[in-house]
């Protein structure tokens, strides 16, 4: 099932299933264009991961990790579906796609292979980051921390509609940039949530990542992203440089 958080023409804030491009909720079906989509989750911490998919590691000539290599965005970062992710003034950006791992209850210590009793589901992310050189800045706080940063959504699809190896498009206003799947991770999801839970525990609603597994690409003031994951939906937003 897809899962959607929005709100209501009232302003209530609700949560429905996703079919088709309508949501129903408590019997009542609403039309996706009319509402306004909401993230899925509320993440205290989204803790993302890099350089995780081998193809991706060759063509950058980069060293490959002997761990997940993992950095922190906060969730000042997120913007949701149809929404505008602003670019700090005078800076360079990328879109990075990527699959967003949706936490469903408390989790620390985890086991590989138990991963699917902490895994609520899964969504579309836009990891956005800085490409202007930016001095003194080891843990990524300005390259990947700034407001609106981590577009993510629409919904969260769980487990039983998600293909093992999903394959993601990436437009931009409408041209097909990037074409791709997410086979070849370094890593993988129950390896990533194992790594983390050492050490950070996970509350419901939480979210990591898995990496994306295709170079990054610009983005342009007025550009129109859109990120298709298969068993999940196409997340779209915008992109504003700053001035």
Avoid at 23 to 33: D, H, L, Q, R, T
Avoid at 141 to 161: E, H, L, N, Q
Avoid at 170 to 196: C, H, P
Wanted: charged share 25%; net charge negative; hydrophobic share 35%.
């Amino acid at each position: 099932m897809k899962f959607v958080r929005f709100m209501d023409d009232s302003g209530y804030i609700r949560e429905g299933v996703w079919e088709n491009g309508t949501i129903e909720c408590y019997g009542k079906i609403y039309n996706s264009v009319n509402v306004q989509i909401l993230p899925p989750s509320n993440p205290s911490k989204i803790i993302a991961t890099g350089f995780n998919y081998k193809d991706l590691i060759k063509r950058l000539d980069v060293k490959t990790p002997k761990k997940p290599r993992l950095f922190f965005k906060t969730p000042n970062t997120i913007t949701s579906h149809e929404n505008v992710a602003e670019i700090p003034p005078g800076l360079s950006a990328v879109y990075e796609g990527e699959i967003g791992v949706i936490i469903g209850k408390q989790c620390k210590n985890m086991k590989i292979g138990d991963e699917r009793e902490y895994i609520a589901g899964f969504t579309c992310v836009d990891d956005i980051a800085i490409t202007s050189e930016l001095e003194d800045d080891p843990g990524a706080v300005r390259k990947s921390g700034f407001d609106t940063a981590t577009p993510i959504g629409p919904v969260m699809a769980s487990y039983d509609v998600m293909p093992e190896c999903p394959s993601m498009e990436i437009r931009v206003n409408g041209k097909v940039e990037r074409s791709t799947d997410f086979s070849g991770q370094l890593f993988s999801t129950g390896e990533i949530l194992a790594e983390i839970t050492k050490y950070i525990t996970l509350e419901p609603g939480d979210i990591f990542t898995t990496g994306t597994p295709i170079e990054p690409g610009p983005v342009s003031d007025g550009d129109i992203i859109e990120i298709e994951i298969e068993g999940i939906e196409t997340l779209r937003h915008g992109i504003r440089l700053g001035n």
